[in-house]
């Protein structure tokens, strides 16, 4: 069974940091793209960050270039997201996800596999 578990969210001030893991069993991470994505109350899901496993090239936001930087961990099959400069608006689910595919990774409808999210809350 290929699972995907996010860790890491919390209640946080605006300005600190926050890294989000994301263990997968069932499925190994080098084999797959990995992104993540988060949905704010009353909002659509929006990618954040991915990881392409062939080209080993990562891709992120406009809107949060600069803040966040998604890696991996291949011996321990996890992902993290790391994510400083916290603002308020960053107060979403974050959601992790795996894909077959390598091409497309902003795109959610390519993703295979999802987690089901870490809260991350951000206090001004």
């Known amino acids: 069974q290929k699972q995907l578990v996010e860790s890491g969210g919390g209640l946080v001030q605006a300005g600190d940091s926050l890294r989000l893991s994301c263990a997968a069993s069932?499925?190994?991470?080098?084999?797959?793209?990995m992104g993540w994505f988060r949905q704010a109350p009353g909002k659509e899901r929006e990618f954040v960050a991915a990881?392409?496993?062939?080209?080993?090239?990562?891709y992120d936001a406009d809107s949060l270039r600069g803040r966040v930087t998604i890696s991996r961990d291949n011996d321990k099959n996890t992902v993290y997201l790391q994510m400083n400069s916290l603002k308020p608006e960053d107060t979403a689910v974050y959601y992790c996800?795996?894909?077959?595919?390598?091409?497309?990774?902003?795109?959610?409808?390519?993703?295979?596999?999802w987690g089901h999210g870490t809260q991350v809350t951000v206090s001004s």
């Open positions: 996800a795996a894909s077959a595919r390598d091409y497309g990774l902003g795109d959610e409808s390519i993703y295979d596999y």
């Open positions: 069932g499925l190994e991470i080098s084999k797959y793209a």
């Open positions: 990881y392409g496993w062939s080209s080993g090239l990562t």
